[in-house]
Structure formats: structure tokens, C-alpha cells
């Protein structure tokens, strides 16, 4: 049964080739563009700003959490040195002193990362937004169907032939000035 079912399977396909090549003669050429998202980023003025202030937001709770691995290095010292000398339910508290602060440390670390990667995202998501549409007008303007992204970092593009760089237009389209090229450095200096 498989074996006819294979079979029918495979005329059919052979059957509809014909039909799928003259469709696709007949379609207009699919037009491509491509555009280096890294390279539009690293001259975005809003993006720097972006990043600087979720890089501000990280190194806050970096800072934080420092202090609280700070306390609780203390308080394992302060065990180390004096639990000899404490009673029974001295050393008890101190002891859950010890874990509570551990497990204070643990939570804060996971809110902590959730809290940068919303606040980065909060951020970040009204560029990308804005480029979207950039690319999206530049594209509609000059007849592409479809426009990939280029860059290196990232992997929807395995194999690109020749195609338009949009990168200029739309660098244009959302008003972004070329970035000042610096001067050649002398040797010696």
C-alpha cells in the first residue's frame, strides 16, 4: 500500500512541475535588497543612547549586588571568627542570617537579569521599530520585495548574490548624518 501511495505521490509531483515553472516565468522578478543592520546601528545617535542607558541600568544593579556579597562576606567572617564563643541559639541565628542572606542574593540575581533585559528591550524595541519602517518606505519607494539584513552577526542569510545595499537610503530616511571619518595617523604620533 505505501509502495502506490509512493508512487501516486511521485506522478503527481512530475505531473505539477511543468505547471509550477511556467507559473513561475510568468511571475515578475523577485527584486532583493540587503542592508547592514550592525553597520546602521553602530551611526544610530539613538541606539548609543539606548545602550549606554540600559549598560547605566546594569552597572546599578552590578552595584548593588556587589554590596550584598559584600554584607554577607561579612557575616561569614564574623561566623568564622566568633561561633566558638556563641551559645546554641545565637549560632542558630546567625546561621539563618547567613542563609536567608544567600537566598536574598540568589532572588536578586534572577530579577536582576530580568530586570536589565526589560528594561534593554524597552528601549531597543522603538528603534528597531523605527527602522523597520525606514527600510520598509525605502523598500515600497524603489520596488523591493524583499530587503535581508547583511550583517555579520546575523544567520538568516547562509548565501546572498549581488543585490542592492539600501543602507545609504535608509541611513537618509531616518536623518542619521555619515559619521566624521578620522584622520590618518601620522607616524610618531
Do not use: C
Amino acid at each position: 500500500m505505501k509502495k502506490y501511495l509512493l508512487i501516486a505521490v511521485a506522478a503527481l509531483l512530475l505531473v505539477s512541475v511543468p505547471k509550477t515553472s511556467n507559473a513561475q516565468t510568468k511571475a515578475s522578478p523577485t527584486t532583493v535588497a540587503h542592508i547592514n543592520l550592525d553597520s546602521l546601528l553602530d551611526i544610530m545617535p539613538a541606539f548609543k543612547k539606548a545602550s549606554d542607558s540600559a549598560q547605566l541600568f546594569y552597572g546599578q544593579l552590578e552595584q548593588m549586588m556587589y554590596q550584598m556579597n559584600l554584607e554577607l562576606q561579612r557575616k561569614g567572617n564574623e561566623y568564622d571568627s566568633l561561633n566558638k564563643s556563641w551559645s546554641p541559639p545565637i549560632k542558630a541565628i546567625k546561621e539563618k542570617e547567613i542563609t536567608d542572606l544567600q537566598q536574598r542574593i540568589q532572588d536578586f540575581q534572577q530579577t536582576a537579569q530580568d530586570s536589565y533585559t526589560q528594561r534593554r528591550t524597552e528601549l531597543l524595541v522603538p528603534i528597531f521599530e523605527t527602522i523597520q519602517k525606514a527600510v520598509k518606505d525605502v523598500a515600497l519607494a524603489k520596488g523591493y520585495k524583499y530587503v535581508l539584513d547583511s550583517s555579520k552577526s546575523a544567520t538568516v542569510v547562509l548565501y546572498a548574490a549581488d543585490s542592492d545595499d539600501i543602507f545609504t537610503d535608509v541611513r537618509i530616511k531616518l536623518g542619521i548624518p555619515l559619521p566624521a571619518t578620522p584622520a590618518p595617523k601620522t607616524p610618531g604620533h
